[in-house]
């Protein structure tokens, strides 16, 4: 079964960083585009950033140069860093297979807080 | 304010067809044969629908489905069930500078 498990959120204050983790199961994150989505509360869907099947990364310009899309081949698990977070970037993060023409299957989130 | 535009909320009783719209501009929608349609239930993640304008997921029902006219893609659910309610989003790619952006998101109430 494919799946994909968020972990790494909380509550941060302003400036700070934090690191998301995405574990994948039921397939290779490095032969996919993996994807960050993320969701502001009670807000609509965002696109953060995506990782190619190639090792190509791009990012929304709101976060370019704040954060960092990597994977770990051997651990089959996709990594979001997030340096000099702001409020906001206060949302829930979702990974996601994907990013060259949909995204699918979705993880079940991670809330980050970034707040003083 | 996202960058593709969805009424906030439709409705519609059981086994009534309703459609959902998503305007975007001629740098997303009306360019890219890219659009996809997320179904969203309350603390849940998002669930593909449609992708690529027009084509449904395994699994998904075929009372689901996909549609795009210049700059407007729409999603049209046919024989409305309970279940159905849920938030709709869609997404477009917009080239290689902005990639992906999607709309606010469409509340389907079931009447």
């Known amino acids: 079964e494919v799946q994909l498990v968020e972990s790494g959120g909380g509550l941060i204050q302003p400036g700070g960083s934090l690191r998301l983790s995405c574990a994948a199961s039921g397939f290779s994150v490095t032969n996919n585009y993996m994807s960050w989505v993320r969701q502001a509360p009670g807000k609509g869907l965002e696109w953060v950033s995506v990782l190619s099947s190639g090792g190509s990364t791009y990012y929304a310009d709101s976060v370019k140069g704040r954060f960092t899309i990597s994977r770990d081949n051997s651990k089959n698990t996709l990594f979001l860093q997030m340096d000099s977070l702001r409020a906001e970037d206060t949302a829930v993060y979702y990974c996601a297979t994907g990013g060259s023409s949909w995204f699918d299957p979705w993880g079940q989130g991670t809330l980050v807080t970034v707040s003083s | 304010q996202s960058a593709l535009t969805q009424p906030a909320s439709v409705s519609g009783s059981p086994g009534q067809s309703i459609t959902i719209s998503c305007t975007g501009t001629?740098?997303?929608?009306?360019?890219?044969?890219?659009v996809s349609w997320y179904q969203q239930r309350p603390g849940k993640a998002p669930k593909l629908m449609i992708y690529?304008?027009?084509k449904r997921p395994s699994g998904v029902s075929n009372r689901f489905s996909g549609s795009k006219s210049g700059n407007t893609a729409s999603l049209t659910i046919s024989g409305l069930q309970a279940e159905d309610e849920a938030d709709y989003f869609c997404c477009s790619y917009a080239g290689s500078s902005t990639f992906w952006v999607f709309g606010g998101g469409t509340k389907l109430t079931v009447l």
């Open positions: 690529e304008v027009t």
């Open positions: 001629s740098s997303d929608v009306g360019s890219y044969n890219l």
